[in-house]
């Protein structure tokens, strides 16, 4: 093998290789990101490496049940398409504080009861730390091995050593390899970290959790390329303030992505909440103008959710419009719908629209929603409590059909609502459904009748 140290000026934010410094990144148009990092270069001959390699049939490739793990979690378990894979590499992303550390020593209480041996290597904190930590979680069984350790080095012959069946590895950004010079955090040192955990996981069949720091843009520091080398990626979101969290997939080999399990911080760790449509909707008012329950589809899970409006009158020439959990454009563009189709003086009017409990939805489906919320706010007309309603709403204000009329219908039965408002499309295509009335509306102005006629 030939050997030889170059330099090479990596972006720190998106990656990008350059043989020389620059001001600019052509990549991402950052501005002075790129730092200097020595990396060796290693040429194996390559007529050894042709020999070792060989083709094979599609049709000789026998299947094996890919083997799960359940982490005894059903929102993560979810999430991840059904529990852990073996040999997957999973990266878990999110702004410090938010409970990436708490969740993945709960994952590892829960294995470690099924007697599944978990090594949890952490590069951030101390053992008694994570002790105090565990403390406050519960009990664990000895199934569970703890590290404190950031050479991956000394990680790798660990591994070899104790032969875990899942790995954590509690954060990326702070382990290294002695054959990068580079600093701990820096994209080669995570690029190079990363693809020796995925040696490891696939090599030797064991699953490994990596914790990923955020950046302030809310993606995962360091370069992209680490989201596309590992197999799944899930962010942990939520409000500091708010009690609950959001573990959302973002990518999955294994699994359907934009699927969401939602958990609650408690004293005492993480605790799961299975019905986070019940969750999201407690303390809504009761008769109040401006505020109506819409439906968001989740993956393959409906979740109600309250959209609130309050519309008032402008005391300046440039009136005021917030969007909170939701797309800022999305309720201008809704406004001007509103305003040209059914002649509301909405311009000189302050818009503030909030999505309670402070989670975020972008599904198009709520856009009805957000109209009625904002009708029902201008026009101080209380809308029925036991009314849900989802539609996208186009620019000549027609209502369109949405996917998953049915299961969304179902999910607003289960919660005891009486009446659905929906696009007149998606009416045609579903039964009759006892217990709920439907209305089928194909525009805003039918939406705001049937409003008014409840
Ligand atoms: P942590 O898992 O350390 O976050 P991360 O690893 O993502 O940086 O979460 C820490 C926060 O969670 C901290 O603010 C305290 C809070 N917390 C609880 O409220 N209850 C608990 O049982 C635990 C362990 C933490
Ligand atoms: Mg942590």
Redesign the pocket.
Known sequence: MAKGKTTIYFCQSCGYESSKWMGQCPGCREWNTFVEETVEKTTASKSKKAAEASVMKLSAIELTEEERLSTSMKELDRVLGGGIVKGSLVLVG????????????QVCQNLSRQQIKVLYISG??SLQQIKL?AK??GEFTDALSLLCETNLDTIQEVIKKERPDVVII??IQTMYNEAVSSAPGSVSQVRESTGILMQIAKGMGISIFI?G?VTKEGVVAGPRVLEHMVDTVLY?EGD?HA?YRILRGVKNRFGSTNEIGVFE??????REVENPSEFMLSGKPEGASGSVVACSMEGTRPILLEIQALVCHSNFGMPRRTAAGTDFNRVNLLMAVLEKRLGMALSSCDAYVNIAGGIKMNEPAIDLGIVLAIVSSYKELSIDEKTICFGEVGLSGEVRAVSMAEQRIQEAKKLGFTVCILPKVCLEAIQEIKGIRLIGVSNVKEAVQAIRNL
């Open positions: 999110g702004d410090p504080g938010i409970g990436k550390s708490t969740l993945l020593l951030e904190e930590r406050r979680i509690d954060s914790v720091h942990f500091r009690a911080m408690r004293n005492e760790g993480l």
